[in-house]
């Protein structure tokens, strides 16, 4: 065995556990800042109440069939959202990307609108679509849209030209150009997308739900806000915040990059 891996081996276990012990030890000081405001009487009660309470709320809520029962509408609109703002945000990616003349004409308008606050269009999506899951969706997938189309138009104009001029050097379709050259060359992109639209889709789901709506994981949130009772607050934005971890943690096992990295 070469004896710089022989050397380099323990040096790479060092470093990762340096790197943990220093993760830890972050955490362990938040968490000591945290029980000192707690203690402290600094703020109203509750306000920022200890750990031990969110915990012991944070397991009541994952006991209780009211998280469930609201979990289960948020779930199923962030799916349909991110199903949707995707493949409207590939299709529209793919136009803007492959043509010079529509990304010029209408790409700045995906960077104008982009930093928008989607919250904005909320009004209108409540009027076409009512209180229900719809205005949700709409929201989720408009969260999602930006994102995916303009990584994606990026993305295609970053493909390698050898590829496109072997592609019209066998006559392929566009369909046989998009399935063939542009998708697989477009998987870091996508990947890209995915991770970016999941959080902004999972914000504006629950933004939907907190201001209006009768069910889903922000409507609890609000619900328990307006009863004070912070520590189940906090339990249930722990729940959003594993919803939206578990969600990335997903995209980043199953979504395999070329090479075989990920």
């Given at each position: 065995?070469?004896?710089?891996?022989?050397?380099?081996?323990?040096?790479?276990?060092?470093?990762?556990?340096?790197?943990?012990?220093?993760?830890?030890?972050?955490?362990?000081?938040?968490?000591a800042?945290?029980?000192?405001?707690?203690?402290?009487?600094?703020l109203?009660?509750?306000?920022?109440?200890?750990?031990?309470?969110?915990?012991?709320?944070?397991?009541?809520?994952?006991?209780?069939?009211?998280?469930?029962?609201?979990?289960?509408?948020?779930?199923?609109?962030?799916?349909?959202?991110?199903?949707?703002?995707?493949?409207?945000?590939?299709?529209?990616?793919?136009?803007?990307?492959?043509?010079?003349?529509a990304?010029?004409?209408?790409?700045?308008?995906?960077?104008?609108?982009?930093?928008?606050?989607?919250?904005?269009?909320?009004?209108?999506?409540?009027?076409?679509?009512?209180?229900?899951?719809?205005?949700?969706?709409?929201m989720?997938?408009l969260?999602?849209?930006?994102?995916?189309?303009?990584?994606?138009?990026?993305?295609?104009?970053?493909?390698?030209?050898?590829?496109?001029?072997?592609?019209?050097?066998?006559?392929?379709t566009?369909?046989?150009?998009?399935?063939?050259?542009?998708?697989?060359?477009?998987?870091?992109?996508?990947?890209?997308?995915?991770?970016?639209?999941?959080?902004?889709?999972?914000?504006?789901?629950?933004?939907?739900?907190?201001k209006?709506?009768?069910?889903?994981?922000?409507?609890?949130?609000?619900?328990?806000?307006?009863?004070?009772?912070?520590?189940?607050?906090?339990a249930?934005?722990?729940?959003?915040?594993?919803?939206?971890?578990?969600?990335?943690?997903?995209?980043?096992?199953?979504?395999?990059?070329?090479?075989?990295?990920?």
């Amino acid at each position: 065995m070469d004896q710089a891996a022989v050397i380099a081996r323990p040096r790479g276990r060092a470093r990762v556990s340096s790197s943990s012990l220093l993760r830890l030890a972050t955490f362990l000081v938040l968490w000591a800042l945290w029980e000192a405001l707690a203690a402290s009487g600094l703020l109203f009660r509750d306000v920022v109440p200890s750990s031990f309470k969110v915990v012991a709320s944070l397991w009541e809520l994952l006991t209780s069939p009211s998280l469930y029962y609201n979990l289960e509408l948020t779930l199923a609109e962030v799916l349909v959202s991110m199903a949707l703002g995707t493949l409207a945000g590939i299709a529209i990616g793919l136009g803007l990307g492959a043509s010079r003349f529509a990304g010029k004409a209408f790409e700045p308008y995906l960077h104008y609108l982009a930093p928008t606050p989607k919250i904005v269009f909320l009004p209108i999506f409540l009027v076409f679509f009512g209180v229900g899951p719809g205005s949700k969706i709409a929201m989720g997938s408009l969260s999602c849209f930006f994102p995916m189309a303009l990584s994606v138009a990026t993305g295609v104009r970053q493909v390698d030209p050898v590829l496109r001029r072997v592609g019209r050097s066998f006559n392929l379709t566009l369909k046989q150009t998009i399935q063939k050259i542009y998708l697989p060359a477009l998987v870091p992109a996508i990947a890209t997308g995915l991770k970016l639209g999941l959080g902004v889709t999972i914000i504006g789901c629950l933004l939907a739900e907190i201001k209006m709506s009768n069910r889903g994981l922000g409507f609890l949130v609000m619900q328990y806000y307006t009863q004070f009772r912070i520590p189940a607050m906090y339990a249930a934005l722990i729940v959003a915040f594993g919803l939206a971890a578990l969600g990335n943690m997903l995209i980043t096992r199953f979504v395999r990059l070329p090479g075989g990295k990920r």
